[in-house]
T-cell receptor, first 109, second 116 residues
Framework: DAKTTQPTSMDCAEGRAANLPCNHSTISGNEYVYWYRQIHSQGPQYIIHGLKNNETNEMASLIITEDRKSSTLILPHATLRDTAVYYCIVSPNTDKLIFGTGTRLQVFP | DSGVTQTPKHLITATGQRVTLRCSPRSGDLSVYWYQQSLDQGLQFLIQYYNGEERAKGNILERFSAQQFPDLHSELNLSSLELGDSALYFC???????????????FGPGTRLTVL
């Protein structure tokens, strides 16, 4: 069973920041937070992961609260191509990723 | 393009039949993972192979089997097909055995199986 809770859907205007929340209140000390996304029916795509420090890469930023019970994925300037289902996953490694239902992000013009 | 290839893209068959899905991992990747995505079950992990050996098993039915060959490509065999097996089947690959936190899985484009 997925250990995360995400909103079912969110909207975001093109060019604005998209902030996708994820609750993982039962996360263990050795578990990382991973984010993947799936555009339409394509294969999921890795975005970013982190343990407790905030992380940033060319795709997004990941903000993890100090108690690690929740996190936020930030797409700084959303484009129409960012419309996808975003999955937040907690796992000690990348073995047997357990995908939940994710958040369907719709970016509108 | 993730570098992972899957064939065929689409497959239509009848109940009771057997099919084989093929996956070629990214160059240099030793692990192959198989996932099933159906409308009612979401994305489910089926099985993982690492360097030719089965490493982890998920919700894989007994009618399904997989193997990884010496050239590291993998095949997923589905037999005695039922209507409920209609789904997208994804293959993913990673460099190592998945035990590293940074061992990113790269997914292929999937095979859409329709059982009539």
């Amino acid at each position: 069973d997925a250990k995360t809770t995400q909103p079912t859907s969110m909207d975001c205007a093109e060019g604005r920041a998209a902030n996708l929340p994820c609750n993982h209140s039962t996360i263990s000390g050795n578990e990382y937070v991973y984010w993947y996304r799936q555009i339409h029916s394509q294969g999921p795509q890795y975005i970013i992961h982190g343990l407790k420090n905030n992380e940033t890469n060319e795709m997004a930023s990941l903000i993890i609260t100090e108690d690690r019970k929740s996190s936020t994925l930030i797409l700084p300037h959303a484009t129409l191509r960012d419309t996808a289902v975003y999955y937040c996953i907690v796992s000690p490694n990348t073995d047997k990723l357990i995908f939940g239902t994710g958040t369907r992000l719709q970016v509108f013009p | 393009d993730s570098g992972v290839t899957q064939t065929p893209k689409h497959l239509i068959t009848a109940t009771g039949q057997r099919v084989t899905l093929r996956c070629s991992p990214r160059s240099g990747d030793l692990s192959v993972y198989w996932y099933q995505q159906s409308l009612d079950q979401g994305l489910q992990f089926l099985i993982q192979y690492y360097n030719g050996e089965e490493r982890a098993k998920g919700n894989i039915l007994e009618r399904f089997s997989a193997q990884q060959f010496p050239d590291l490509h993998s095949e997923l065999n589905l037999s005695s097909l039922e209507l409920g097996d209609s789904a997208l089947y994804f293959c993913a690959s990673s460099v190592a055995d998945g035990g590293w936190t940074t061992d990113t899985q790269y997914f292929g484009p999937g095979t859409r199986l329709t059982v009539l």
